[in-house]
């Protein structure tokens, strides 16, 4: 089933607003919460749009031809859009997307349900104007940032996308063994003489990490996503379709189980830095034996809240990526070759005037 929130107003679409945290009707302005679409209210809903869909068009199906991005990243489904009836062609992956000709937000319930299902979501915080104002903002950083960027009709597109994450609890058994030095010198007469103290430092350890992250979408990047944390769980909310509503989202493409190797790493580093910092008083540390036991104690699905931001300049394509919830930005910025080459030129014709007047003095 494809989902598209009617306002009871006018029948318009709705869509979340991340500041009033509401469904919205851009229209005549109907206001509608996300717990007033759960329970009765909100299945009584989904029964209208259901039968309202399946009386005017086929439900969704999977293109028969098999198309593969680029990346492989599998299938593309054709579907019809709930609002106007035109035909969808999207990744078998997506859970929200826009119709091509309306622009109505839809919601694909299937890769939403069952397994596919996410626990909990943290909603966008950021609307979309206050994103672009912290992006201008963080550009101004740059001392060779081309003018250009700090201007909003140069950028391409903006866009809000939930991506799927797992979130781990780890209760880990580990034992260290190290080699520590201290040095302490002493000088007699004429003589200084330097003494190395060695140490076998032996940790036990138990430790038990609490949702650790790691990103489940192949499109965004792992370090990319990982630049972009923390994020603040105490925004974590119990998952509801409404909040998608206006934004891009994706189920995700790596099970919980596929992503535990790069969890485990993460695991095992953390551990690592732990019993480091119980190893003080010492001039060197060297880890000389480690058993590190991580225990998987439960994963849970979850969808974060990311801003991407496109930008041209000088025929290269950047992507700035945004934490939806925290503000926190990701990206590189481009060097304006004019403003390096003023700056270098002042710089240089400022050590011309100060070597002259050195040698004058």
């Known amino acids: 089933m494809i989902l598209n929130y009617k306002c009871p107003g006018c029948g318009a679409s709705m869509v979340y607003d991340a500041g009033k945290k509401w469904l919205v009707c ?12 759960s329970g009765e209210e909100k299945e009584q809903l989904e029964k209208e749009l259901q039968e309202d869909s399946f009386a005017q068009m086929p439900e969704m199906e999977t293109a028969s031809d098999e ?6 990243r599998g299938e593309f489904r054709a579907c019809h859009c709930p609002n106007c009836g035109a035909q ?16 109505s937000p839809v919601i694909f319930e299937k890769e939403l349900s069952g ?21 201008l903002k963080w550009t101004k950083r740059g001392m060779f940032t081309p003018a250009s960027l700090n201007r909003t009709y140069t950028m391409e597109k903006i866009t809000g996308i939930y991506v799927p994450f797992w979130l781990y609890d780890y209760q880990v058994n580990a034992r260290y063994g ?18 190395t103290d060695h140490f076998r430092i032996q940790r036990e350890m ?7 992250p790691s990103d489940a979408s192949k499109k965004m990047p792992d370090e990319v996503m990982d630049c972009l ?70 994963m849970m699905y979850v969808l974060f809240p990311v801003w ?49 007047i050195i040698q004058l003095l």
């Open 308 to 356: 991407t931001i496109q930008y041209t300049y000088r025929e290269k394509n950047y992507t700035f990526t945004m934490n939806g919830q925290t503000g926190k930005i990701f990206g590189t910025l481009p060097v304006s070759m004019g403003k390096a080459a003023a700056w270098f030129a002042g710089m240089t014709a400022t050590f011309t005037v100060l070597l002259t």
């Open 67 to 72: 198309a593969v991005d680029d990346d492989g």
């Open 26 to 37: 851009d229209y005549c302005g109907t206001q509608v919460s996300v717990e007033q679409l």
């Open 229 to 298: 944390e923390p994020f603040d769980y105490s925004g974590l909310k119990e998952f509801q379709m409404p909040y998608l509503s206006g934004f891009l989202a994706d189920r995700y493409d790596y099970t919980g189980t596929q992503m535990r190797g790069r969890v485990e790493k993460r695991v095992e580093q953390y551990t690592e830095e732990e019993a480091r910092r119980t190893m003080t008083g010492y001039a060197t540390v060297s880890i000389t034996y480690r058993d590190v036991r991580p225990k998987n104690t439960r």
């Open 178 to 195: 190290a080699h520590g030095t201290r040095i302490r010198h002493e000088v007699r007469g004429d003589y200084r003489y330097t003494h």
């Open 88 to 103: 969808m062609l999207t990744e078998e992956t997506t859970a929200a997307a826009f119709c091509a000709f309306c622009g």
């Open 115 to 135: 397994e596919k299902r996410p626990a909990a979501i943290i909603p966008f915080q950021i609307q979309k104007e206050e994103a672009v104002g912290r992006f």
């Open 206 to 212: 138990e430790v038990q990490f609490e949702k650790i």
